[in-house]
Every structure is written in structure tokens, then in C-alpha cells.
């Protein structure tokens, strides 16, 4: 399974951006998509998650901090998921990646040891 995520940039506060993620390779029933980010000097923090409709449901889940301002989705005859993000703020600078789950096996989507598959990310930097 390969992840190439693509999306990012250099966006003044209060600006959007809209993250893709193509996923490509071995096809799997089950599924999770996650996405993360990694500010500099930070660990790698859990943003958003997208379950398939043969797990759980289609399901999204969000970390607290991602509420309100993020959305993800995903277009399965694209094999793309993405991450919308409004009113950007100097704080959601860093590398963003987009991570799988597949097949599933256990639930810690906001873990991200959980995932076996990984992008190579892609930076977002929001000036003030």
C-alpha cells in the first residue's frame, strides 16, 4: 500500500487548505485512514480518521483541537481521502501525514503506532 499525500503550502492565517491523500496498491475489505500531523520539536499528533462503510460504518473522528475547523473525507472511486482545513493558524504548521489501517485489526485510531502504512507527508506552513 503506498500513501502519497499532496495539498500543502505556505498560507497566511485565516486561510484554507485541502490535503489529499492517494492511496494506491493492495486493496483490503477493511480499512482505517487516519491523519496526523508533526509540528517542529513535536511529536506526531492523531487529527482526524475516516472508517469504510464495512467497519464500523462510515465514521469519521476528530482530536478535540481538530473540532470545528477540520473536515475529513474521502472519494473512494478517486482512492483519495482529505483533510479540509479552515481558518488556518500559525499553530497547524508542521508535516502532515496520511496513514492507513489495513486491515484492521483492534481500535486505536488515534494511535499512531496503531497504522502500518505511512505517506511521506506534506508540509503545511501558516504565517501570522
Known amino acids: 500500500v503506498q500513501l502519497v499525500e499532496s495539498g500543502g503550502g505556505l498560507v497566511q492565517a485565516g486561510g484554507s487548505l485541502r490535503l489529499s491523500c492517494v492511496v494506491s496498491g493492495r486493496t483490503f475489505s477493511t480499512y482505517v485512514t487516519g491523519w496526523f500531523r508533526q509540528a517542529p520539536g513535536k511529536e506526531r499528533e492523531f487529527v482526524a480518521a475516516?472508517?469504510?462503510?464495512?467497519?464500523?460504518?462510515?465514521?469519521?473522528y476528530y482530536a478535540d483541537s481538530a473540532k470545528g475547523r477540520f473536515t475529513i473525507s474521502r472519494d473512494d472511486a478517486k482512492n483519495t481521502v482529505y483533510l479540509q482545513i479552515n481558518d488556518l493558524k500559525p499553530e497547524d504548521t508542521g508535516v502532515y501525514y496520511c496513514?492507513?489501517?489495513?486491515?484492521?485489526?483492534?481500535?486505536?485510531?488515534?494511535?499512531?503506532?496503531?497504522?502500518?502504512?505511512w505517506g511521506q507527508g506534506t508540509q503545511v506552513t501558516v504565517s501570522s
Open positions: 496513514a492507513r489501517k489495513a486491515p484492521v485489526s483492534g481500535w486505536d485510531y488515534s494511535s499512531s503506532s496503531w497504522y502500518n502504512y
Open positions: 475516516v472508517t469504510t462503510f464495512n467497519w464500523r460504518g462510515a465514521g469519521t
